[in-house]
């Protein structure tokens, strides 16, 4: 199933995940028992994320195929051009289709920072070159990544919105980068609206664990933590299981802000864990599926 057409025939909004691929026996066993957790309740669909710089190339290939073929999870495959020659993204691509796999998740990725500037003829920079390629040439439908804050590395945020909606002409629907204000993603709809693009944008949700792990992201996504977010997590600095409740109770407020503001659904950020996954469901939906 494509994700254009889950979000076209939605009766509710729509809930979705993205997972990491595991590198280790005991990161399998922690997806496993998550993916266990997660299938008591209805996912739209999964996205799996590409290591940087290539290396989870054939973990998240495996993963990816595995949720589609054994687990009859609608996947999504996160690839970055930044890792890979136009030849191995053509391959990538192929093997997927060859799999059955209709959904991709199209991003630059971050080059190294010795990486060379310049790119030799025909490779792919950034994200919309890859989307164009999996949309033209392999048929899939294409997901993108949108930064509410503005992408880190863009001159603007008003140049970073022209990028996202010349990415959106081409791409058929966008994810956000985890945010804790809503306005944050009201603005971007805005953004777009104001520049004439009609495709969907879900927003990221993100429950912090624990404040290393939030203000590690958060530095390398640009995300700011608003002062009435870090005040209310502070108070639990020193008492872990209260941080995530706390946590959770934030992404709970925000998914049901952007809801009201009638966003097609929400993807969660799970970091392979469904304990505040399935929290965040069931004070959406309810029990269960
Ligand atoms: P782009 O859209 O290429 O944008 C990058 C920068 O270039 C921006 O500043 C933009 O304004 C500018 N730009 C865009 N188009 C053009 C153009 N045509 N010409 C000139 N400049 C342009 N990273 C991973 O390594 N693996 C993952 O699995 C992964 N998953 C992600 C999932 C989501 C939902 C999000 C939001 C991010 C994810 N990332 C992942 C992080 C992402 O790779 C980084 O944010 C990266 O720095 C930018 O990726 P992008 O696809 O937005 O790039």
């Given amino acids: 199933m494509r994700v254009d057409e889950l979000i076209a025939k939605r009766k509710r909004p729509l809930f979705s995940v993205e997972l990491w691929p595991p590198r280790s026996p005991a990161s399998e066993e922690r ?31 495996e993963l990816v195929v595995n949720l589609h073929r054994n687990f009859g999870l609608v996947p999504v495959a996160h690839l970055v051009t930044a890792a890979h020659t136009r030849a191995d993204l053509e391959y990538i691509l192929a093997r997927y289709v060859g799999e059955g796999i209709e959904n991709l998740l199209a991003l630059r990725g971050d080059p190294p920072l010795d990486a060379p500037s310049g790119l030799a003829a025909g490779e792919l920079k950034n994200a919309v070159d890859l989307a164009r390629l999996a949309t033209e ?21 008003s140049v970073d919105m022209d990028f996202l909606a010349a990415k959106l ?3 058929d629907f966008a994810i956000t980068q985890f945010f804790y204000t809503a306005e944050q993603f009201f603005r971007l709809r805005d953004e777009l609206d104001r520049r004439g693009v009609v495709k969907p944008v879900i927003p990221g949700i993100m429950a912090p664990t624990s404040l290393s792990t939030l203000k590690r992201m958060a530095e390398l996504s640009g995300t700011s933590i608003p002062e009435r977010i870090s005040t209310r997590l502070a108070r639990f600095e020193d008492d872990p299981a209260s941080f995530v ?38 004070s959406l939906f309810g029990d269960g599926n």
């Fill in 169 to 171: 002409e081409v791409a």
């Fill in 245 to 282: 409740a706390e946590g959770t109770q934030i992404a709970i407020e925000l998914a049901a802000e952007v809801l009201e503001g009638e966003a097609v659904g929400i993807h969660v950020y799970t970091m392979n864990r469904a304990e505040t996954t399935i929290a965040i469901y069931r």
């Fill in 31 to 61: 997806l496993l028992h998550a993916l266990g957790e997660l299938s008591h309740y209805t996912l739209d669909f999964a996205s799996i994320t590409y290591g940087a710089g290539g290396s989870t190339r054939e973990f998240t290939h």
């Fill in 137 to 157: 040439s392999y048929g899939m439908c294409v997901g993108v990544a949108a930064h509410p804050e503005g992408h880190p590395d863009s001159k603007s945020y």
